[in-house]
Nanobody
Framework: VQLQASGGGSVQTGGSLRLSCAAS????????VGWFRQVPGKEREFVSG????????NHADSVKGRFAISRENAKNTAYLEMNRLQPEDTAIYYC?????????????????WGQGTLVTVSS
């Protein structure tokens, strides 16, 4: 599975962005997808995840109620809708897929990674 993340940009506090993760490969519909983010000097952290069928989602406490994750398997694409963005959401966002239908919050359990897209939130 090859992944390409897009949709990052610069917004002001309270703004919204929608990230997309386009996948190539025949197994995307069997893979759980996770979104992670990383700032320089810090470890990559889990943001949101969605099961292969889309029936189960998981979010980090820091984004609950503000971010939503979804997927369209027919389009081999997953999305991260980010609302009420805060300066602390500034990071490079990565999408990832794993060879399991179930979400994991551990970055090491994801075998496939996109290149990252930068999100900058200014106050």
């Amino acid at each position: 599975v090859q992944l390409q993340a897009s949709g990052g940009g610069s917004v002001q506090t309270g703004g919204s962005l929608r990230l997309s993760c386009a996948a190539s490969g025949r197994t995307f519909s069997s893979n759980a997808v996770g979104w992670f983010r990383q700032v320089p000097g810090k470890e990559r952290e889990f943001v949101s995840g969605i099961s292969s069928s889309g029936s189960m989602t998981n979010h980090a406490d820091s984004v609950k109620g503000r971010f939503a994750i979804s997927r369209e398997n027919a389009k081999n694409t997953a999305y991260l809708e980010m609302n009420r963005l805060q300066p602390e959401d500034t990071a490079i966002y990565y999408c990832a897929a794993r060879g399991s239908p179930f979400v994991s919050t551990s970055a090491t359990s994801y075998a496939y990674w996109g290149q990252g897209t930068l999100v900058t939130v200014s106050s």
